[in-house]
């Protein structure tokens, strides 16, 4: 058996960053930027933070430009409350596109590469539900690199931090944070290679460590998107936000679910049945094929539902198409460069001659740990939690509410990323390098105890199957209380199965097998929460869609925030929508009323 | 169901424990539209859990997989088994891991120090340009970011740099290279100094001998020998 765990040494900082993918570093950069001298250590799962999530996003990040002589920042605010079904926060969604611009300009000045109009602007294109005229006709919002929006800004803010000294260290997550009196006061990490636990000690800590759909069968997000920063806040105590809120992206290349998108449809490409029918004019007749994602991704399980869907042999999935022949070459060669290449090399089409073959895709987590417009970290309804910080996909501020429209993350990562970088630099004002962390042996030693000393005869491999198989069969697209209720049930038996699997090797160092059942042990531990807080919510919002249960409900006008300190011992709360837009009776206040969601 | 093919992979193992190497033989019935992350994945599941190898992405868009099968350094998530055995004509792959860093654990390669030489470039606007004088971005035609938009898609998978003829240990490689040309072509960049600085440095552009394998290997497509030419014309 291997040497005993022990925390190897302690390192110090002012701020640490867990987490270093587009919303972490652009919160880096601004408190670089802002505050000279201060010391960032920023933590990543992957070699680099080049190497992050953030940079598989292609299709582009919603902004309006002032010159716009069209567009304008309250069509962009009302597009995003209507697009979220009447559930996200209008102090935030107001914060968010009044600096969008901003935010945009800075990226350009800072290297990015964004494409150009003939005029040497940066172009823009439509994307679902950004309309012009509160919902009239589509606008020209989705400010993009080619189709590697997300690689552009991640190139950018990283670079930033490079040229700042901020000190990265690689291959290691966060296990648990550290606290003295309330106070956050850091983490606990674990390096990859070495096998070793360190403690870091920080004035401020923001928690960036985005997605977590891998739980689901077909997810479009990376291997390392595993909820871990949801654990750690739940595991200190503190609640997570509106997690039943999961969005899938209506195309995912079937088979493993690589993301084709959205921008695609901006550029004009339709999705047709088996009958090669444009089947979205039948359920959203004025934005049709650019209706916002759940609306999308519910009307193709439809179409397969009905027998209009097809069935693809190799990757044993059903599917729809979706038809990019009529665009000009030039769009494909320069637009659409890299999924044109996806398509060609992972499922072997042309889309220029060929029919694409997609399906609806686990794709992002709208809900998170509950902030308040300032990246604050909240403890319960009334109060925060001094010295934590989280923005991002693992945060919810909300800006999306139950659903999230295409571009807006890309946009909220940069706005709230700087947001509160802004903040922590205001906090680093008052704050003192926190003591000596509690003597108290770390969580994680048990945890990895567990899992090193684990006897029996489950396996990997089959566990972590029978997860992502059951997540998207009754904590998918489509729920019952049935199916919720069976999930529940079948989570808690995993869970207790994931502690009965042998590991091949017991070694600290560089050891795969001990860092997926980590990693399968919080998804386990999210799809606990995704699926009690899917069960609470008897209405359909959003992506939240409930078989037995519809139609929106005025009833469930709120957030719902979960606490579950040990597993499944879930206690829910609530935290009310911010409708101060509706409240301030300025112009057009009656739009941002809970509004009927037609497209 | 899909055709499948009985594939053998030779795959070097090391073991950071004990110091061992070796190289250990696997043998599998994949479809042939697994990519080879998922075959990797399927001799974790069925045989050995404890072969280690790495990925993040798994569609060629964050550059963690690179790998060194029958000889060419690629990412393991864009070679499908029906492709393999097309390209390389047999249905047995030797699998090495990339030479451009440190081994951990058998296929897995401490890129994060291959990475120091992409830092040395400095890939950020080191002196940008005055902004606009409407106060917004700076303007850039469509043609001139044409010249060297191809080269911002590098992701730094470091196959080029592993296929590079000129030995790593006095050149920065290729990616690293053609990250200070990006910045070098980028109308907004002013440290021009700085840069040439960067390009003509002893471990800099002039150590490429110009056999462009690293165009040949780039899994993106990029000829990336043609931005270290124009480095060394000094076209830019």
């Known amino acids: ?599 | 169901m899909s055709t499948s093919y009985t594939i053998t992979l030779d795959i070097n193992r090391y073991d950071p424990d004990t110091k061992l190497s070796w190289v250990q033989t696997y043998r599998v019935e994949a479809s042939a539209i697994l990519r080879f992350v998922d075959v990797l994945r399927k001799i974790n599941d069925e045989q050995d859990p404890t072969l280690a190898w790495s990925s993040s992405c798994e569609h060629a868009q964050c550059g963690s997989c690179g790998v060194i099968v029958n000889g060419k350094p690629l990412l393991a998530c864009e070679l499908l088994v029906k492709d393999a055995v097309g390209q390389f004509k047999t249905h047995t792959f030797k699998l090495k891991p990339l030479t451009i860093a440190p081994v951990l654990r058998d296929l897995v390669v401490d890129l994060e120090k291959a990475y120091d030489r992409v830092h040395k470039v400095r890939p950020w606007l080191i002196k940008p340009a005055s902004p606009h004088p409407d106060g917004d971005e700076y303007r850039i035609s469509p043609k001139t970011l044409e010249t060297y938009s191809e080269a911002t898609r590098c992701i730094n998978c470091f196959c080029c740099a592993t296929a590079c003829i000129s030995t790593h240990h006095h050149f920065l490689g290729p990616n690293a290279s053609m990250a200070n040309m990006v910045r070098l072509m980028d109308p907004r960049e002013m440290a021009r100094k700085e840069r040439m600085d960067i390009l003509y440095r002893e471990d800099g552009v002039y150590r490429c001998h110009t056999a462009k394998a690293c165009s040949f290997v780039c899994p993106k497509d990029i000829d990336v020998s043609h931005f270290l030419a124009l480095g060394k014309e000094g076209r830019f």
């Open chain 1, 1 to 599: 058996m291997g040497a005993a765990l022990t925390v190897d040494s302690t390192l110090r900082c002012d701020v640490l960053i867990i987490g270093a993918g587009g919303a972490g570093l652009r919160a880096t950069a601004q408190i670089a930027e802002r505050r000279p001298g201060t010391r960032i250590m920023a933590l990543t799962k992957v070699f680099s933070p080049q190497k992050s999530h953030t940079t598989t996003a292609q299709g582009g990040m919603a902004a309006v430009d002032p010159k716009d002589p069209m567009d304008r920042p309250i069509f962009h605010t009302f597009d995003t409350w209507k697009g979220s079904d009447c559930s996200a926060d209008q102090n935030v969604i107001k914060k968010v596109c009044d600096i969008g611009w901003e935010e945009v300009v800075w990226l350009e000045r800072h290297g990015m590469h964004f494409s150009r109009t003939e005029e040497g602007r940066i172009a823009k294109r439509p994307f679902g539900g950004h309309m012009l005229d509160f919902g009239e006709r589509m606008a020209f919002r989705a400010c993009y690199e080619a189709d590697r929006t997300g690689k552009g800004i991640m190139d950018t803010v990283w670079a930033e931090s490079l040229k700042y000294g901020v000190d990265f260290i690689g291959q290691c997550v966060a296990t648990e944070l550290l606290f003295r009196d309330g106070q956050c006061t850091g983490a606990i990490i674990f390096r990859y290679p070495e096998g070793k636990f360190l403690a870091i000690l920080a004035k401020a800590t923001i928690i960036a460590t985005g997605g977590n759909t891998r739980m689901y069968l077909v997810s479009s997000n990376c291997r390392g998107n595993t909820g871990d920063g949801l654990v750690l806040a739940l595991q200190a105590g503190l609640p997570v936000m509106d997690l039943e809120a999961v969005q899938f992206h209506p195309t995912g290349m079937v088979g493993p679910g690589i993301l084709a998108s959205e921008a695609l449809r901006g550029e004009g490409a339709i999705l047709r049945n088996k009958d090669e029918e444009p089947f979205m004019e039948r359920y959203a007749p004025t934005a049709k094929d650019l209706a916002p994602r759940d609306l999308i991704s519910r009307a193709i399980i439809q179409e397969i539902r009905e027998g209009r869907g097809l069935f693809h042999e190799d990757h044993n999935a059903h599917h729809v198409w979706l038809d990019l022949r009529h665009l000009p070459t030039e769009v494909h060669e320069k637009k659409i460069q890299e999924v044109c290449s996806f398509f060609k090399r992972f499922v072997g089409v042309d889309p220029e001659k060929d029919l694409c073959p997609v399906a609806p895709t686990a794709h992002y987590q709208m809900g998170g740990i509950p902030t308040n417009e300032f990246g604050e970290v909240q403890s319960d309804s009334q109060g925060i939690v001094p010295g934590l910080f989280a923005c991002g996909e693992v945060a919810a501020a909300s800006l999306h509410g139950l659903n999230r429209l295409g571009t807006n993350s890309l946009l909220e990562l940069i706005t709230m990323g700087r947001v509160t970088g802004e903040r922590v630099v205001e906090y680093l004002k008052d704050a003192t390098d926190p003591e000596e962390p509690p003597g108290s042996r770390p969580i994680v030693f048990d945890q990895f105890s567990t899992y090193l000393n684990a006897q029996g005869k489950e396996q990997y491999a089959q566990v972590r199957d029978s997860l992502r198989n059951l997540m998207m069969q009754k904590v998918g697209i489509f729920r019952t209380e049935k199916s919720l209720v069976e999930a529940i049930e079948a989570l808690a038996e995993l869970r207790e199965r994931a502690t009965h699997i042998p590991l091949g090797t017991t070694s600290l160092s560089a050891n795969q097998d001990l860092w997926q059942i980590w990693e399968l042990n919080n998804l386990i531990t999210v799809s606990m929460v995704i699926a009690q807080g899917a069960l609470a919510r008897k209405e359909s919002r959003g992506a939240h869609f409930r078989e037995d249960y519809p139609e929106r409900s005025d009833a469930f006008n709120y957030h719902t925030v979960v606490y579950m300190p040990q597993f499944n011992e879930v206690t829910f709360g609530k935290r009310p929508i911010d409708m101060s837009i509706f409240e301030a009776r300025g112009e057009h206040y009656e739009l941002f009323d809970y509004i009927e969601r037609e497209y």
